[in-house]
């Protein structure tokens, strides 16, 4: 159950012996014999603070970990005979049938149960589109499921089981923000569908927000191995706690190559409530684009350093407008936590729901101030503008750019949102140029130069003109402000 992107596959996831030697007779003294090697009870790293085993902590957590197997029925068209466009065939046998063939796909995964009533934790992607769905316990029991609700904004789902559960071993959901880099982990699931497996690794890092896997992404990287069929399965501590769920591996053959991702419980445990109590995930919302800080925005935002989020965008009557979030803004803390890049603080406003006041720590022109933020419900679907089309364009005018003042024609051809009221419309830019080497790009809609507010292609060339070195841009893309720098 695998799907390659950006090059992640989704988990569709001696003791030394001594030689003696009798020494030869010299006048040296004899070379003392090493000491016996001492076995240990146990390997150093299985055992926990408490005493108790890998061995232990399997034990106890594999019947709470299922073996998930799924059936889909896809529809499609029979081949069409050649012999059906023969009139005297179709005269004595009539026109060919319409009827589509049905074609039964099966898939496997993992899941954990999470509660006394049947409750499984998945991902998305292992249940997605299932017509039937079996889950198989660990003492061999079969169980039908239906869906619950899933999220694939996060690749989380979560599945009740019908008919007699009252025998199920839920797992205990641990706190995953205690976890340390090293700590050891286990992964349970049902790798290739060999059945239930246990694979141990550390912990190798936290906070994968960029990964480019799926919207929301906050990973536990792992070295624990994690192979296809491991989806949905559970990443223990050595507490026997859940504090993960496996989901997808980095892989260039779709096998596992020592880096496995996993969502955490803190992140999973509001998804998984709000699925049941919503049927759907109610994500918090402030209104604002934001983007990473780059040595080159530093420098030209004159930062401190590159610690935060930027603001580049407020939406008119957002929680954040209402707040007085402004563009150019930097966050650097929600709630006391520091957030270092736009993923973090995107998950931070996404998991405190709406409906829920947040603290936000802001550095603005070099001042340090706190507000306030009232969140909204995150929209279900969020109008984008399309790619701006082609055609013949004139010569380049300025560092490579051929620029237009925003008019209804151009708004049009480029699909310009009517939020964006002024601004200069970048028709072409030139290859090699230090435009194309910031990034700019036709459609784009130029906001701001330097601070400086530009409603007419003579205003950007007289601001623009006047600058030297690093030139900081405030762009509109596709309805959304960036900020961009342009090294001349």
Known sequence: MGATMTGVMLVTASCARTNSQTPAATAEPPVQAASPARILPHPALSVNKSGVSISDVAERVLPSVVNIALTKVSRARAPRSPMFDDPMFRHFFGPPGEQPRERREQGLGSGVIVSRDGIVLTNNHVVEGADEIKVTTSDRREFEATVVGSDPKSDLAVIKLKGDVSSLSPVEIGDSSQLRLGDVVLAIGNPFGVGQTVTMGIVSAKGRADVGIVDYEDFIQTDAAINPGNS??????????????????????????GIG???????????????QKNGRVVRGWLGVGIQDIDQELARALRLPSRNGVLISDVSPDSPAAKAGVQRGDVVVKVEGQPVDSSGQLRNAIATAGAQKKVRLEILRDGKSLTLDVGLGEMPQDVASAGAPPGGNRPAPSLDGLTLETLNDLNRRRFQVPSEVGSGVVVLDVARNSAAARAGLRPGDVLLEVNKQRIDGVEKFKDVYGKSKGATLLVVSRQGRAIFMVVRR
């Open 232 to 257: 949905g399965g559970a990443l223990i501590d050595m507490e026997g706690k859940l504090v993960g769920v496996n989901t997808a591996i980095l892989s260039r053959t779709g096998g596992y190559m």
């Open 261 to 275: 991702f996993a969502i955490p419980s803190n992140m999973a445990r509001p998804i998984m409530e709000s699925l």
